[in-house]
């Protein structure tokens, strides 16, 4: 069996600016609280042993300038609770003596679910505490079907999935979804989304809990996709960010100064909606993509783009596609052979991305713009064509320095976020989650 911790979800969780313990002026109004000096202490040891396991004890006291008597008591604490075990001997000091004992974080300790949605399709990937995928399963289903439908696919896998013998070791556990649209954070509810539709004003966070008995925790999955990159992907180090999605539509992550950026309706990063307006004067720029769309994310879609490319089929348009086995793979394909019409797609597309690039660039003065989704995933011709036309912006400085990559973690990227958003609230820490406790 396992115990489960109940936890609120935070507006901001990963990248919330922390007053960490290093705070002295906080400290110094604190420091008569040993309650609160303790937990402190615990979740410093804690999460070093995270990051840094195996280590010894002298390690741990060294590192976080804590008395070998304070580091001893925490750990045999973390270790009767099950949170960290011991794994053998290090090596002695340069004088010799005695080996010392290591210890690590139990993987086995925690488990967390992270729940990817999508309009045809939903993944349910499962982490131990070492962010190891230890279960990775798919559901599948029309994009017309209702949200009860959907649920009830997620729901018999996570059934499924409980009975192993993973789940019946965590002592701790959590769920994490991440869904397209915009997030009440407070209430844990889904409050709009164009790609899934009936499923507007959807409390997923209740309704995860009263079935399972566990934190649940809600992501765009966009932001999610922007938490992965920075956690475990590219984005590793950087401090302002942004991860521009192109799929379904096209939306983006902003992280400044360590920070995600959801702004006051949880809407920040979504360019899709941003109206083409003049930057399409006319149809014979855009031969093949316009078709009179309002907005970026219509014109840019993978729905759209396969749409318009059959559309040129039928108006004669030179090529080797053949209209019924259209679809995104086979447009790369044709492309990577010189075919006539994908290389006008990538062309036009090169040209919309690189502007709501350059758009995103002159705003937020980024250091890097990750590319994610199968359009870019393997396509350097399509990402050579936004880099081109980057290079072209009238304020060169901000696109000189700016770096543009594409994702390290592809398709993986939702999930791993899913779960650095579960683990640093976790283990991370923060005065004020402290002080809720």
């Given at each position: 069996?396992?115990?489960?911790?109940?936890?609120?979800?935070?507006?901001?969780?990963?990248?919330?600016?922390?007053?960490?313990?290093?705070?002295?002026?906080?400290?110094?109004?604190?420091?008569?609280?040993?309650?609160?000096?303790?937990?402190?202490?615990?979740?410093?040891?804690?999460?070093?042993?995270?990051?840094?396991?195996?280590?010894?004890?002298?390690?741990?006291?060294?590192?976080?300038?804590?008395?070998?008597?304070?580091?001893?008591?925490?750990?045999?604490?973390?270790?009767?609770?099950?949170?960290?075990?011991?794994?053998?001997?290090?090596?002695?000091?340069?004088?010799?003596?005695?080996?010392?004992?290591?210890v690590?974080?139990?993987?086995?300790?925690?488990?967390?679910?992270?729940?990817?949605?999508?309009?045809?399709?939903?993944?349910?990937a499962?982490?131990?505490?070492e962010?190891?995928?230890?279960?990775?399963?798919?559901?599948?289903?029309?994009?017309?079907?209702?949200?009860?439908?959907?649920?009830?696919?997620?729901?018999?896998v996570i059934?499924?999935?409980?009975?192993e013998?993973?789940?019946?070791?965590?002592?701790?556990?959590?769920?994490?979804?991440?869904?397209?649209?915009?997030?009440?954070?407070l209430?844990?509810?889904?409050?709009?989304?164009?790609?899934?539709?009936?499923?507007?004003?959807?409390?997923?966070?209740?309704?995860?809990?009263?079935?399972?008995?566990?934190?649940t925790?809600?992501?765009?999955?966009?932001?999610?996709?922007?938490?992965?990159?920075?956690?475990?992907?590219?984005?590793?180090?950087?401090?302002?960010?942004?991860?521009?999605?192109?799929?379904?539509?096209?939306?983006?992550?902003i992280?400044?100064?360590?920070?995600?950026?959801?702004?006051?309706?949880?809407?920040?990063?979504?360019?899709?909606y941003?109206?083409?307006?003049?930057?399409?004067?006319?149809?014979?720029?855009?031969?093949?993509?316009?078709?009179?769309?309002?907005?970026?994310g219509?014109?840019?879609?993978?729905?759209?783009?396969?749409?318009?490319?059959?559309?040129?089929?039928?108006?004669?348009?030179?090529?080797?596609?053949?209209?019924?086995?259209?679809?995104?793979?086979?447009?790369?394909?044709?492309?990577?052979?010189?075919?006539?019409?994908?290389?006008?797609?990538?062309?036009?597309?090169?040209?919309?991305?690189?502007?709501?690039?350059?758009?995103?660039?002159?705003?937020?003065?980024?250091e890097?713009?990750?590319?994610?989704?199968?359009?870019?995933?393997?396509?350097?011709?399509?990402?050579?064509?936004i880099?081109?036309?980057?290079?072209?912006?009238?304020?060169?400085?901000?696109?000189?320095?700016?770096?543009?990559?594409?994702?390290?973690?592809?398709?993986?990227?939702?999930?791993?976020?899913?779960?650095?958003?579960?683990?640093?609230?976790?283990?991370?820490?923060?005065?004020?989650?402290?002080l809720?406790?």
């Amino acid at each position: 069996m396992y115990f489960l911790f109940f936890i609120l979800v935070c507006p901001v969780t990963l990248f919330e600016i922390k007053m960490i313990v290093s705070n002295q002026d906080a400290l110094g109004k604190l420091k008569g609280d040993r309650n609160f000096i303790k937990e402190v202490n615990e979740q410093k040891v804690l999460n070093l042993i995270r990051k840094e396991g195996p280590i010894s004890r002298i390690s741990i006291s060294k590192k976080l300038d804590l008395s070998k008597t304070t580091v001893s008591e925490i750990t045999y604490r973390l270790l009767r609770e099950g949170y960290i075990k011991e794994v053998g001997k290090g090596n002695s000091s340069v004088k010799g003596g005695k080996k010392p004992t290591l210890v690590k974080l139990n993987p086995d300790f925690g488990i967390i679910l992270a729940i990817e949605i999508k309009r045809s399709f939903s993944r349910v990937a499962v982490f131990n505490l070492e962010a190891e995928m230890i279960k990775d399963k798919y559901v599948y289903y029309d994009f017309n079907t209702s949200w009860k439908n959907v649920l009830a696919k997620i729901f018999n896998v996570i059934d499924s999935l409980i009975e192993e013998k993973p789940f019946k070791l965590a002592k701790k556990a959590a769920i994490a979804v991440g869904i397209p649209g915009l997030i009440n954070y407070l209430e844990g509810s889904l409050k709009l989304a164009d790609t899934l539709k009936g499923w507007d004003n959807l409390p997923v966070k209740r309704v995860f809990e009263e079935r399972y008995g566990v934190p649940t925790y809600i992501e765009n999955d966009v932001k999610a996709m922007t938490i992965g990159e920075c956690v475990y992907g590219c984005g590793r180090g950087v401090k302002n960010l942004i991860c521009l999605y192109i799929g379904d539509g096209i939306g983006s992550g902003i992280v400044v100064d360590g920070k995600l950026i959801r702004g006051i309706s949880g809407s920040a990063g979504e360019v899709g909606y941003n109206e083409v307006g003049f930057f399409i004067r006319s149809k014979k720029n855009f031969p093949v993509l316009f078709n009179n769309q309002r907005d970026f994310g219509d014109i840019v879609s993978e729905n759209s783009i396969v749409s318009m490319v059959k559309k040129a089929i039928d108006e004669g348009y030179r090529t080797e596609l053949k209209k019924e086995t259209v679809n995104i793979e086979n447009i790369i394909k044709a492309a990577d052979k010189n075919d006539e019409l994908a290389n006008e797609v990538f062309r036009e597309l090169g040209i919309l991305i690189g502007a709501v690039c350059i758009n995103l660039i002159n705003t937020i003065n980024p250091e890097m713009i990750v590319l994610c989704g199968r359009l870019v995933d393997k396509n350097p011709v399509l990402v050579k064509l936004i880099k081109d036309i980057v290079g072209k912006d009238i304020l060169r400085l901000p696109t000189e320095v700016v770096q543009i990559c594409t994702s390290a973690l592809k398709n993986d990227g939702v999930v791993y976020g899913l779960l650095g958003l579960v683990l640093n609230d976790w283990f991370e820490i923060s005065i004020n989650k402290i002080l809720s406790n």
